[in-house]
């Protein structure tokens, strides 16, 4: 995974820890046997850099475990998440009509972000292509990341990097390839990230999106430091894996949610499958994966939502603190289904 820039950390303040397996009779919860509660608690131990922790099964809340960090209702920045909340936002704008389809150019929906320099064949790239970090261009992300966000304007420079791939062949993880999308969906649409995010998702689901970080010209950015509250991001974690729906209400498209599980790709790194903005394990999860071990996991057939926070200052390599985390996703986490 890249080594994209950290960002803000939440001020620190005392860790608290609600465990709730332990509680499930009272809390109406299925029996969940000690032994694998207590292989659960061993692997949570085990991980220094993990902040919290949340398992839903079902309607039942199964874990809520903030061992470290700033608890589960203070604002983590969800670093690379971002990019999975931006194609959710793709999927609602399509079934607006605000976009004609995910095969529609960046030169039919958003002309105007091409810069006079744009690399050749940039305006053809799709937003399928860009959705699932295949736009061909050379990335942002890794060693370019800290000169591109240091760049005059972020979407003329990655669209005039050179064409590395052809579009919507390899995957090639790049924030700019996101920042892009998130920049034509403004321009689709008629409405900030901010406020498409915040319509289309924060009401919806009853959680706080605050601002962050946008670039020189005021678009913001589409892949990377955005905050929620671990408790949002649970709820975004259920709203995958029942089907676009919250709360007995349809908030994305079905058919959407289906797509985004489709395997367009696989990252060079982890090796795990890539949809619509979403990583996907051999195990079933669908993923949201951010710098530090930031995690939203859905898992529809054995009806799991979890959501897990890190230190944003460490990284999570998926041969390290990541592949952890994937452990414990598809061991103690999958044996409580």
């Known amino acids: 995974m890249d080594m994209e820039g950290a960002g803000f950390t939440p001020k620190s303040m005392m860790n608290r820890r609600t465990f709730l397996a332990g509680t499930a009779a009272t809390l ?14 061993s692997a949570i131990d085990a991980l220094p850099q993990l902040h919290s922790i949340q398992i839903s099964r079902g309607a039942d809340p199964v874990l809520a475990e903030a061992p470290r960090g700033p608890g589960l209702e203070r ?11 931006v194609a959710l936002l793709l999927g609602a704008a399509i079934d607006r009509g605000e976009v004609p389809s995910v095969q529609a150019s960046l030169s039919e929906i958003a002309p105007g972000i091409l810069p006079s320099n744009a690399t050749q064949g940039a305006g053809d790239i799709t937003l399928q292509d860009l959705v699932t970090l295949r736009a061909g261009l050379e990335r942002t992300s890794g060693a370019n990341y800290g000169a591109w966000v240091n760049s005059r304007n972020w979407l003329a420079d990655a669209l005039s990097r050179p064409m590395v791939a ?17 920049a034509a969906l403004t321009e689709a649409t008629g409405k900030s ?35 929620l509250r671990p408790t949002a991001m649970l709820k975004i974690a259920k709203l995958m894996r029942d089907g676009g729906q919250y709360d007995g209400e349809q908030i994305i498209p079905q058919s959407w949610v289906a797509a985004s599980t489709v395997a367009y790709a696989r990252s060079p790194w982890s090796g795990l499958s890539y949809g619509y903005g979403w990583f996907l394990s051999p195990s079933g999860y669908t993923l949201a994966r ?22 944003p200052n460490q990284p999570a390599r998926s041969g390290g603190y990541f592949g952890a985390l994937m452990q414990l996703l598809d061991g103690p986490v999958l044996a409580l289904a």
């Open 193 to 227: 990230l901010l406020e498409q995010a915040r319509e289309r998702l924060g009401g919806p689901l009853g959680i706080e999106i605050p601002p962050w970080t946008r670039d020189p010209q005021g678009y913001y950015m589409g892949g990377n430091n955005m905050a």
């Open 28 to 41: 109406g919860a299925p029996y969940i046997a000690h032994a694998q509660t207590d292989d659960l608690r």
């Open 290 to 311: 951010g710098y530090g071990g930031q995690v939203i996991a859905a898992h529809a057939e054995r009806n799991l939502a979890v959501a897990i926070t890190s230190d």
């Open 166 to 182: 052809d579009p919507g062949g390899q995957m090639l993880y790049s924030t700019g390839s996101t920042h892009i999308l998130g």
């Open 75 to 85: 604002l983590a920045n969800i670093k690379s998440c971002s990019k999975s909340l």
